[in-house]
C-alpha cells in the first residue's frame, strides 16, 4: 500500500478531494500519488483550473488544517455504506465491515489508509502546479513551507 505511505499527505488527500468536490461538483479523485515529498491527485475534469481557482482551494484546504478538526474513524456494515458512500477505490477483500473516516464535519469517505488524528498535524497545504489534458485535472502538491 506505498500509496497510503505518508498520514500526513493521505489526510491532506481528504480534504482536498472534499474540496474538489464542494467547488466544482467533480469526482473524489480516481487516480493518487502520495508521496512523503509531493504528491499528486487526478480528477476526472473538463478545463484547467485558473490561477484564482488554484489560490481559493489551497485556502480552503489550509483552513481546514488550520481549524484543527479531528480525524476520527468508524465502522459501517457493507450495505449501508454502500448507500451512502463510493466504494470504488477500496480493494478488494475489505470485508463486511467498512471504515469509514471523517474530518471533522467537513468529510467523509471509505478508506483504509493511515491518518493524523487532528488536521493541524499536517501542517501548510500548498499546491505545486495543476495541469490539464485528455479529461484530466492533475493537482500537484507538498505540504511543509
Ligand atoms: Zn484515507
Do not use: W
Not at 490561477?51 to 481559493?56: P, R, V
Amino acid at each position: 500500500m506505498k500509496e497510503y505511505a505518508d498520514p500526513r499527505m493521505h489526510s491532506a488527500e481528504h480534504i482536498l478531494n472534499q474540496t474538489m468536490v464542494r467547488m466544482f461538483n467533480c469526482g473524489r479523485c480516481f487516480r493518487a500519488h502520495i508521496e512523503k515529498k509531493k504528491s499528486k491527485c487526478d480528477y476526472h475534469f473538463d478545463r484547467p483550473l485558473t490561477e484564482k481557482e488554484i489560490d481559493t482551494i489551497q485556502s480552503k484546504v489550509n483552513q481546514v488544517i488550520e481549524s484543527d478538526m479531528p480525524v476520527r474513524e468508524e465502522f459501517l456494515g457493507r450495505d449501508e455504506a454502500q448507500a451512502q458512500y463510493n466504494l470504488e477505490r477500496l480493494p478488494e477483500g475489505t470485508g463486511d465491515q467498512i471504515r469509514i473516516i471523517r474530518v471533522g464535519d467537513y468529510d467523509a469517505c471509505p478508506c483504509i489508509g493511515p491518518h493524523v488524528n487532528f488536521t493541524r498535524e499536517i501542517g501548510a497545504f500548498r499546491i505545486l502546479s495543476s495541469s490539464f489534458e485528455d479529461g484530466v485535472l492533475r493537482i500537484r502538491f507538498k505540504l511543509g513551507g
